[in-house]
């Protein structure tokens, strides 16, 4: 199947750390994403991990793949108001060219 | 850089009608993809444009089209709206060419809404 499943809400307090997570069901995927989508705008590239990865760290941002599984976590350290937004996950499989396949996002909220 | 443009940000139009979405992709990125975003399906893939070929559709009906031009702009369209096709459409932009090229950057999107 294509599912990718994400959790849908997420709260966390202004300082803490976010961990948001997804799995996927295609093993033949080649390239993870996470995007950040604020009110009324289009998606943001976050970060990205190829299929042979098991981590990937980006300032304030750590992504862990397990293939085993199927899952994918992005963790935000220091969260801030300012990370509050949805979240996707996305697979790009072998063979799809650019087409992503999306969860259905996680809304992070950060409150003081 | 400038970033992926999106044209009109928001349209309203009337059931049985048709509508054209432009797409301008971050200058030397050669593809263009379109994906339509509502609350109850989500984000899903329209279709793919590389050098001015469709390399790969969605599940969408025929009414759903598109184009690329030489300069990598893309249009799509869609033929008479049906009050589900309200949305916001979302373009992406890569550099294409190979499965090696990862990055896709979207635009803001435009807001159809179909009465």
């Known amino acids: 199947g294509e599912d990718v499943e994400q959790s849908l809400f997420l709260s966390v307090r202004e300082g803490d750390s976010s961990v948001i997570n997804c799995t996927y069901t295609d093993s033949s995927s080649t390239y993870l994403y996470w995007y950040k989508q604020e009110p009324g705008a289009g998606l943001q590239l976050l970060t990205y991990i190829f299929s042979n990865m098991d981590m990937k760290q980006d300032q304030r941002l750590t992504v862990l793949l397990n293939k085993k599984d199927k899952h994918l976590s992005l963790r935000i350290a220091d969260t801030q108001t300012g990370d509050s937004a949805i979240y996707f996950c996305?697979?790009?499989?072998?063979?799809?060219?650019?087409?992503?396949?999306f969860g259905a996002g996680t809304r992070l909220a950060v409150h003081p | 850089k400038a970033g992926v443009t999106q044209t009109p940000r928001y349209l309203i139009k009337t059931r049985g009608q048709q509508v054209t979405l432009s797409c301008s992709p971050i200058s030397g990125h050669r593809s263009v993809s379109w994906y339509q975003q509502t609350p109850g399906q989500g984000l899903q893939f329209l279709f793919e444009y590389f050098s001015e070929t469709q390399r790969n559709k969605g599940n969408f009906p025929g009414r759903f089209s598109g184009r690329q031009f030489s300069n990598s702009r893309s249009e799509m369209n869609v033929s008479t709206l049906e009050l589900g096709d309200s949305a916001l459409y979302l373009c992406?932009?890569?550099?294409?060419?190979?499965?090696?090229?990862?990055?896709?950057?979207f635009g803001p999107g435009t807001r159809l809404t179909v009465t």
């Open positions: 992406a932009s890569s550099l294409g060419g190979s499965e090696s090229s990862y990055e896709q950057y």
């Open positions: 996305a697979e790009r499989k072998k063979g799809g060219y650019n087409k992503l396949i």
